[in-house]
């Protein structure tokens, strides 16, 4: 993306940077997420003396690993069909989109 200040304070122009090839063009309008999504409840436990937080992302992981059994998802099921990479490549050995992601002629 392209900031660039205005005359007014504090209001920018956002433009976007193209990208451009046969096909046609792109442009990235947004970056990974970068915010940690570490939690403290320390404010909490001043204003709730009696409060405490025991879960954590390890109790989350043994959550969902006990609800991937209880519902027999298996490890095989979850990486192929739930895994994007993974998907894709399926998808392309069996012909039904292009090294471009976009759906071959034979697919439609």
Known sequence: MIIRETTLPGAFLID?????????????????D???YRVSFARLEQAVPRFHCSW?????????????REYGLTRDQFDHRF????????????????A?????????
Request: glycine share 10%.
């Open 100 to 108: 471009d992601l976009r759906p071959t002629k034979a697919s439609a």
């Open 34 to 36: 970068a915010r940690s």
């Open 83 to 98: 895994t994007r990479l993974a998907r894709i490549g399926e998808l392309q050995r069996e012909g039904r989109v292009g």
């Open 16 to 32: 976007l940077e193209r990208h451009v090839d046969e096909r046609g063009f792109f442009a990235r309008t947004f970056d990974p």
């Open 56 to 68: 954590n992302a390890r109790a989350g992981a043994g959550e969902l690993a006990d609800a991937y």
